[in-house]
T-cell receptor, first 119, second 114 residues
Framework: AQTVTQSQPEMSVQEAETVTLSCTYD???????LFWYKQPPSRQMILVIR??????QNATENRFSVNFQKAAKSFSLKISDSQLGDAAMYFC????????????????FGKGTLLTVNP | EPEVTQTPSHQVTQMGQEVILRCVPI?????FYWYRQILGQKVEFLVS????????KSEIFDDQFSVERPDGSNFTLKIRSTKLEDSAMYFC????????????FGPGTRLTVL
């Protein structure tokens, strides 16, 4: 079974600074997807960024980027120029690849990191 | 932009009562999911549904739980006899197979069992 570990229950960052959230995972599969989801106080889960394991290039979405180290099974999220609206719970998630028999794409989540942005 | 919707936003029920949580997935999506998040804990997979049947369920999804897609648009989660420990946020998600493979989440239903 796949597991996802987020070792930082809480992090804080000053507005406009950069912060990195850590995530490690365990899997025996060679191909998979990794995601970072943001959950603000409204509790809605919002996709921040996605990484396909077969792609060596790290994904980037505006101020959000990842450092994907496949051999180390590490998938950290870097938030640059942090804004007050970035304050939220961030979840790292793993998903396997659909197989020929039809799979389910279920997500396996870590426990989350609560990010506080200080003005 | 299409979105997943869930009703109600908050449901309060007495222990032992049946509840039905409703979701309307995005219309051209083929895979449907329920997840649960107990307050302060991680999001946990409950069940996935594809081609009008359950494709996978977790150990949490016992005989008290059932899912249904009664009319081609709604996707429901029923808890037959609620327990105190069923109090949680329940998220519905849907996915259209293809490039990107993003699961779109609904806003959640907060279930409180008294």
């Amino acid at each position: 079974a796949q597991t996802v570990t987020q070792s930082q229950p809480e992090m804080s960052v000053q507005e406009a600074e950069t912060v990195t959230l850590s995530c490690t995972y365990d899997t025996s599969e060679s191909d998979y997807y990794l995601f970072w989801y943001k959950q603000p106080p409204s509790r809605q889960m919002i996709l921040v960024i996605r990484q396909e394991a077969y792609k060596q290039q790290n994904a980037t979405e505006n101020r959000f980027s990842v450092n994907f180290q496949k051999a180390a099974k590490s998938f950290s999220l870097k938030i640059s120029d942090s804004q007050l609206g970035d304050a939220a719970m961030y979840f790292c998630a793993y998903r396997g690849i659909l197989n020929s028999g039809g799979s389910n794409y279920k997500l396996t989540f870590g426990k989350g990191t609560l990010l506080t942005v200080n003005p | 932009e299409p979105e997943v919707t869930q009703t109600p936003s908050h449901q309060v029920t007495q222990m032992g009562q049946e509840v039905i949580l409703r979701c309307v997935p995005i219309s051209n999506h083929l895979y449907f999911y329920w997840y649960r998040q107990i307050l302060g804990q991680k999001v946990e997979f409950l069940v996935s549904f594809y081609n009008n049947e359950i494709s996978e369920k977790s150990e949490i999804f016992d005989d008290q739980f059932s899912v249904e897609r009664p009319d081609g648009s709604n996707f429901t989660l029923k808890i037959r006899s609620t327990k105190l420990e069923d109090s949680a946020m329940y998220f519905c998600a849907s996915l259209r197979r293809g490039a990107g493979n993003e699961q779109f989440f609904g806003p959640g239903t907060r279930l409180t069992v008294l």
